[in-house]
């Protein structure tokens, strides 16, 4: 590939040098031609490397990374680059974000790498037979990406896990929600707490494809920012018997809110009628064990350090109860201004309840503690 000067400009992500198209480090949205790249994923693109990382070191077997979308292949350069592992295969629709990769891949030497140039359905089923799948997946579209989740369900192997990015914020946070119910099959109600919810809608959708094709998927990180939702879940080949899709039901009356199996129009303290979210997942969303083994990565890896600080709040949050309360949600009850976090969550354990900082938001807590008891502690 002739490289121009003008066009396309080499930088270093982690420890891999990634040619990339200039404009994309200039304009506000980085542009779809020539190629694709976000140079403000950096963060999400380091999360990913610190949970396949953790994935690896624990997984027995072939380790294959296959990417459904790579754009200029910056995420899977980096797994062949900074990652220990036998086989990285990635596709793009787009033939000259796969020549920039290919460019790339010489600039690291890396001998570990192939390229393919499909559409991500047909690249993930021609993995989808045994002795094919990846042990590490990745779906990283435009927007939703609700309709790859069959196909990359089907090229992950027994044990290994599938990693998804979704973009379409508004779809997921409430303001579209016939959209949503499209997308995803679950409704959402605007929340605080919308980033947990879009998650939970994302896993609900992936459990109920996952439960169509015969197994069974576990969260095992999840991770939001201003801009994306990202998911990465193992997936088993068992059935999954356990009551893991139901509602969020949530009153904004009184702000009070529980997961359910069933829908439940009245609220448990107000009595009034109540908002319902769903189905989604209700379950847990991070594993501890995982999150530890992530954190154990660190020091390996080149990565960002502010990831260091929200792995932490993963980990104290891990076990901890769903949907987050925010301060300016309480100080707007309370008609003040916000407590300070930690203050809330000290008081909060002082009083017999369970509390903990959240990665979701910088002024969340978690608790057992419903509405009218955090109040009263207040
Ligand atoms: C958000 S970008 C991927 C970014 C990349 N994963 C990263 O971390 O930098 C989405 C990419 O999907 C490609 N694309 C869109 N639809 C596709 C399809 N149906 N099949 C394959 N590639 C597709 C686009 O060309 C684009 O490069
Ligand atoms: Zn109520």
Redesign the pocket.
Known sequence: MEVSNDLFEEIIEGSTRILVPKKSLTEKAPP?KP????PK?RTN?DFSIIAYAAFLKKFEGPKIFL??????G??GLRVANELKIESVII????PT?LEMARHSANLNNLKNIEFSE????VFLSEHSRKGKRGTLV?I???GSPAEFFDCGIRATVHGGMLSTAATDLQVLNGLFQGACKRKYGGIPVRVEYRNEMAIRLILGSLRTVAARLGVKIIPMFVESEMHYYRTYVKIINHVDQEENLGYIIHCKNCGHRKTSLEQKHECDLCKLKTSIAGPLWIGKIFDKEYVKNMIEELPNLKIKKSCEKTLYKCLEESEMPEMFFTLDEIAKKMKSSPPKLEKIISKLKENGFVSSVTSFNPTGFRTNANIDEIMKIF
Not at 67 to 72: C, Y
Not at 91 to 94: A, C, K, M, P, V
């Open positions: 779809i190629a694709f790249f976000n994923a693109r990417e459904g979308l790579t754009g200029v910056a995420r596709n793009d629709l787009n974000a499909k559409e991500a359905c990745d990283d579209p435009f």
